[in-house]
């Protein structure tokens, strides 16, 4: 397939200000690429924009009063495959543009890199090659799971690859994997280093209303067993808001009581609290921004890996401060998507330890939420537009140097900070069953 593996380059300024291209049929016609929004993010941006610019650039100038797509399409999986390859081993600056103080790749940049590709994997899927029909709005609509499954060095060349892998009536479901590559004297060794699923919902870009995509054949056992793997999350996810609801019927008023004994004696009794326990208020982080036109995507609205990389940054921060000891990131939980972000934002994000585990002594977890919201002053409102849950650690060479190392366990002063935290612990509960 034209297009399926795209190698990445070093860029501190776009590398796109000769364009148009000279190889290009229509290139007195181009917009250059260098005008195109959210240049700046990555080289992955820059690159996987070049490369799909004639479905972008649709995209971005849609023909005005153009209809719909008239008839679905029926694509296979290898069809929205696409490879991107960094070259780290051979380019220092590309190195350099990565790489963060433990000589390992940045995860807020490479979460950046995963939306950007998951997003054009969608648009390729759902593309109906027609020049005279309108596209469709595609929008993230959450991050389902991101597992980091080793640390990934800045040193050796890194492959992400994904593909379409599963199809609602308006939903997309785009699988990625990194790879990370290293060699012996003879042979090529690519190790799994992290995995991720992202969801999609197509919008008619005129009405906004939902909008049926194009249908998935899956031709390989291997995809089949990925399509019916992601049908089964899908029908998970459909039962937890389901259980949700039901959670006062099934007992639940105890186990908020549980939650908050230990909470009420630091807000009424704090000389006899526990010293190995912290309210969850006490664990908090802010920061605010007010979101650029640098950071917008090919629709106009801010782009999502920009958000994921913001949250991850202050989310790492949390943990940090929380433990004590630098932190080791672990996964994305997951990741919502429940309103658009738009230049112009005044955007909010803060954060907190939700809860500790301690199942693993040598591996306690901290789980970190982290809630975005719009907020507008003049309106005196503020919206949510955002939550991520990231699962972080303890480095190992940290806790190595530091003996008395302790993990604190975090407890709820209100009723809502309870109940929070027994949504997201009984939502991972119930993920970790079906991943069983």
């Known amino acids: 397939m034209e297009f399926n593996t ?28 260098s005008l195109w929004p959210g240049m700046y993010h990555s080289p992955v941006t820059a690159a996987l924009w070049e490369t799909r610019s004639k479905i972008f650039e649709r995209l971005l100038d849609p023909p005005k009063d ?6 679905l399409l029926t694509k296979t999986t290898s069809q929205s495959r696409t490879t991107i390859l960094y070259n780290f081993a051979t380019d220092y600056i590309l190195r350099e543009q990565y790489r963060d103080p433990w000589n390992e790749v940045r995860i807020g940049k490479l979460l950046e890199d995963l939306d950007a590709l998951a997003g054009t994997i969608s648009v390729k899927h759902c593309s109906d090659d027609d020049s005279m029909t309108r596209p469709l709005l595609l929008v993230t609509a959450s ?3 991101m597992v980091l499954k080793k640390t990934i060095s800045v040193d050796c060349d890194l492959k992400m690859a994904g593909a379409v892998i599963w199809v609602g009536r308006s939903s997309i479901e785009v699988q990625l994997e990194v790879t990370q590559l290293s060699s012996d004297s003879t042979d090529i060794i690519e190790t ?17 209303k939902a909008a049926p995509v194009n249908r998935l054949s899956p031709e390989t056992e291997t995809e089949k067993l990925f399509y019916e793997e992601a049908d089964a999350r899908n029908k998970l996810r459909k039962l937890q808001k389901v ?8 007992g639940e008023k105890n186990r908020l009581d549980l939650l908050l004994a230990e909470g009420r004696i630091f807000c009424d009794m704090p000389a006899l ?15 605010s921004l ?3 036109p640098q950071q917008r995507n090919i629709h106009g609205r801010i782009f999502g890996g920009f958000l994921m990389h913001r949250a991850f940054e202050l989310a790492f921060s949390t943990a940090y401060t929380f433990a004590g000891l630098m932190p080791y990131f672990l996964e994305v939980d997951h990741v919502d998507f429940l309103r658009p972000v738009d230049v112009g934002d005044f955007l909010r994000f803060k954060s907190c330890v939700l809860y500790t585990e301690f199942e693993h002594a040598e591996q306690p977890l901290i789980n970190v939420e982290v809630v975005a919201h719009v907020t507008r002053p003049e309106m005196r409102s503020s919206e949510v537009s955002n939550t991520f849950y990231f699962t972080f650690t303890v480095r190992s060479e940290a806790k190595a140097n530091n003996n008395g190392f302790r993990i604190r366990k975090v407890v709820p002063a209100t009723e809502e900070e309870a109940r ?17």
């Not at 148009?20 to 181009?30: C, L, T």
């Not at 259980?243 to 099934?250: A, H, L, M, S, V």
């Open 143 to 145: 991050v389902d799971k």
């Open 290 to 292: 007010i979101c650029q």
């Open 66 to 71: 153009a209809p719909p797509q008239s008839e």
């Open 420 to 436: 929070r935290i027994l949504e997201r612990m009984d939502a991972d509960s119930l993920l970790s069953k079906d991943t069983i």
């Open 192 to 208: 799994v280093a992290l995995t991720a699923n992202f969801i999609f919902v197509a919008r008619d870009s005129k009405t906004g």
């Open 243 to 250: 259980e949700r609801k039901g959670f006062e019927e099934k």
């Open 6 to 33: 795209i190698r990445i380059k070093s860029t501190f300024t776009s590398p796109f200000e000769s364009s148009p291209r000279a190889d290009d049929d229509n290139s007195p016609f181009r917009k250059p690429l």
């Open 273 to 287: 609290a526990n010293r190995d326990s912290i309210l969850l208020r006490d664990t908090r982080l802010e920061n």
